[in-house]
């Protein structure tokens, strides 16, 4: 299978929210979610990573006190992470 592209918004939506997390946590995360949303895209069968692959990811790899953050940051970016995951 080809490499999956990301949606470009949801390229930035995954940069500016792991920018957030504390350094120490970053680049792990950065690592994680990314193969994470990656394998939810292909599990789906899709092409590209969409918004809810990268919400989804997020809440399965980050740690839970971080979670509450990533709520207020996808909210901040306009991205309704509600329809994706349940509390």
Do not use: C
């Amino acid at each position: 299978m080809a490499e999956i592209i990301w949606n470009k918004k949801t390229k930035e939506v995954f940069e500016k929210v792991v920018g957030n997390l504390p350094q120490f946590h970053r680049s792990i995360a950065q690592r994680l979610v990314k193969e994470s949303a990656e394998e939810l895209a292909k599990s789906r069968g899709a092409e590209n990573v969409e918004d809810q692959d990268l919400v989804q990811a997020f809440f399965k790899e980050v740690p839970p006190a971080f979670k509450d953050m990533m709520k207020r940051l996808f909210s901040q970016l306009d991205l309704d992470y509600s329809q994706y995951v349940r509390d």
